[in-house]
């Protein structure tokens, strides 16, 4: 990634399978300066994470390199796999042109729920130009550390890529 000063994306899940707690700045952007985070609006009704954005405040260059954008917390309830999409991907460099990238959507396999107060945690939620790859767990080709009431089962953050 180069250069990016902003992004905003919305994120699909499957509602019968797990439920979207909480939305966060990742650690990507704010290695650039002082930024402004908007979390987004959960609906776990729809499955749906909408209009999460995050932008560096202030004539600053854009961040380059890697990293994590943000990221997003999750009951699981009930087994089975999720498809977790992107939609309205938005990613802007300093000077406000669009940057081009190619998104991956993933999965995420829940062997069994956990109680209603395990949490599981999708780190970042913006894969851009990785290449995909199996876990034991499950196919992640977006990628996601889940953590369920001491399983700990990394399958892979969803970052950014590669310069």
């Known amino acids: 990634m180069q250069d990016l000063y902003a992004y905003q994306f919305d994120v699909n899940f499957v509602s019968s399978l797990m439920a979207a707690t909480l939305t966060m700045e990742g650690t990507f952007l704010p290695t650039g300066?002082?930024?402004?985070?908007?979390?987004?609006?959960?609906?776990?009704?729809?499955?749906?994470?909408?209009?999460?954005?995050?932008?560096?405040?202030?004539?600053?260059?854009?961040?380059?390199?890697?990293?994590?954008?943000?990221?997003?917390?999750?009951?699981?309830?009930?087994?089975?796999?999720?498809?977790?999409?992107?939609?309205?991907?938005?990613?802007?460099?300093?000077?406000?042109?669009?940057?081009?990238?190619?998104?991956?959507?993933?999965?995420?396999?829940?062997?069994?729920p956990e109680p209603a107060t395990a949490t599981f945690f999708g780190v970042g939620l913006l894969t851009?130009?990785?290449?995909?790859?199996?876990?034991r767990f499950g196919r992640n080709d977006a990628g996601a550390q889940i953590c369920t009431a001491g399983h700990n089962r990394r399958l892979r953050p969803i970052t950014s890529g590669p310069n």
């Open 128 to 135: 851009f130009l990785l290449v995909s790859r199996r876990s």
């Open 33 to 112: 300066g002082a930024t402004t985070f908007i979390s987004g609006m959960i609906d776990n009704a729809s499955g749906t994470i909408g209009s999460t954005a995050g932008s560096l405040n202030g004539p600053v260059p854009g961040v380059s390199g890697s990293g994590t954008f943000a990221i997003l917390a999750f009951n699981a309830l009930a087994t089975g796999i999720s498809n977790i999409q992107l939609s309205d991907v938005i990613l802007l460099d300093s000077a406000l042109s669009d940057i081009v990238a190619t998104t991956l959507d993933g999965t995420v396999t829940i062997d069994s």
